[in-house]
C-alpha cells in the first residue's frame, strides 16, 4: 500500500479502504448527484468463458426469449 502521509487524520482510514478496493479491482465511479457508484473491473476467466459460451446454449436461449414474452411464472 502506498504511504498516506500527505493525507489528514481524519481520511486515512479511508484512503486505505479505498486503495484496498481499488487493488480488489474495483471502481468507485462519481455520478451527476454527487453519488458514487461502485463498479466490479475484475472478472474472472470462468465468467469470460461462461459470458462466451451462453448464446450458444438451447435451454438458456428458450428461457431468455420465455422471459421476454413474459411467459415464465415467477417463483412462490
Known sequence: MGSVAHVEEETKELA???????????????????GVTVQNGAESS???RVKEKQDNDSILLELKGA???QR???FS
Open 67 to 69: 422471459v421476454h414474452q
Open 16 to 34: 486505505k479502504d479505498v486503495h484496498r478496493l481499488a487493488c480488489l479491482g474495483v471502481r468507485l465511479m462519481s455520478i451527476s448527484d454527487g
Open 46 to 48: 470462468l465468467v469470460v
Open 72 to 74: 415464465v411464472e415467477v
